[in-house]
T-cell receptor
């Protein structure tokens, strides 16, 4: 099955940029996603990218996709304390999502 | 805008009991997905329904069953509960079956605790 991997933890200072990385294995994935989950809360869709795109920017968020290396990244500019959460990348396989292990982002004031 | 509604939000059951989780999709959405997220784990796909028919099946235990009703709401029935069933259960909805799976909207989840 699909195997989506992320580093478990990331810590940045407020105002700096955060880069969260993800690798996936299914080269046939057509869409790749980033979700945010705050403690005890549901999954909030941040953004998604179609596999024929290299980059997508949405306000403070920039998604980069390297399809050759099956690598997806999420850059958060000017990281704020409210960005502290777990970030999941996910790929769409058929009609179900395969989620990564999640990266816990801690923003230090 | 209306979102996916799940009920209850929290549920505490004892081992070997049964539980029923409910999901009300976004109005006009015809496809429902269930995911299970164990403590510290990533969400795992359980099962999905499109137009009241099961459309895909993931890692759903045989003790669990689900269905989608004529109003498109879905229920996940869990029997002979085990401690390992303690998790956050998400429901997501979309429009149009496989074609609409690109945009799945997640509910807030039901936190099930089995003691």
């Amino acid at each position: 099955g699909e195997d989506v991997e992320q580093s478990l933890f990331l810590s940045v200072r407020e105002g700096d940029s955060s880069v969260i990385n993800c690798t996936y294995t299914d080269s046939s994935s057509t869409y790749l996603y980033w979700y945010k989950q705050e403690p005890g809360a549901g999954l909030q869709l941040l953004t998604y990218i179609f596999s024929n795109m290299d980059m997508k920017q949405d306000q403070r968020l920039t998604v980069l996709l390297n399809k050759k290396d099956k690598h997806l990244s999420l850059r958060i500019a000017d990281t704020q304390t409210g960005d502290s959460a777990i970030y999941f990348c996910a790929e769409l396989g058929g009609n179900q999502f395969y989620f990564g292990t999640g990266t816990s982002l801690t923003v230090i004031p | 805008a209306a979102g996916v509604i799940q009920s209850p939000r929290h549920l505490i059951k004892e081992k070997r009991e049964t539980a029923t989780l409910k999901c009300y999709p976004i109005p006009r959405h015809d496809t429902v997905y269930w995911y299970q997220q164990g403590p510290g784990q990533d969400p795992q796909f359980l099962i999905s329904f499109y137009e009241k028919m099961q459309s895909d099946k993931g890692s759903i235990p045989d003790r669990f069953s689900a269905q989608q009703f004529s109003d498109y709401h879905s229920e996940l029935n869990m029997s002979s509960l085990e401690l390992g069933d303690s998790a956050l259960y998400f429901c997501a909805s979309s429009l149009g079956g496989l074609a609409g799976a690109v945009e799945q909207y997640f509910g807030p989840g039901t936190r099930l605790t089995v003691t």
